[in-house]
């Protein structure tokens, strides 16, 4: 499988609504914003990759999370996984 960008926009358009979803934001946040810049601690990481990792059918772990901190580059974690 070949990631291509608009596979990894669409991936990360569809975390950025799980990332409002858990913080409970009126608006999607920007791809590029950081979780914990927006309000994500260590609780709604969990129930934000719990989510990521049910509705996308890969498994994300909170360290994916915070290693990788935006929507962006999770996305690529993603998108690498279900590849492999």
């Known amino acids: 499988m070949e990631i291509t ?3 990894a926009q669409e991936i990360a358009g569809k975390i950025a609504v799980v990332f409002q979803e858990v ?4 608006d999607v946040p920007d791809t590029d914003s950081g ?3 927006i309000g994500g601690d260590s609780l709604t990481a969990a129930r934000a990759v719990s989510l990521i990792s049910s509705r996308l059918g890969v498994r994300i ?5 915070f ?4 929507a962006d580059s999770l996305a690529l ?8």
């Open 23 to 26: 913080l409970g934001a009126t």
């Open 77 to 84: 974690v993603v998108l690498r996984r279900l590849a492999a």
């Open 67 to 70: 290693r990788q901190r935006n």
């Open 5 to 7: 960008t608009q596979d």
């Open 35 to 37: 979780f914990l810049d």
């Open 61 to 65: 772990t909170v360290r994916d999370l």
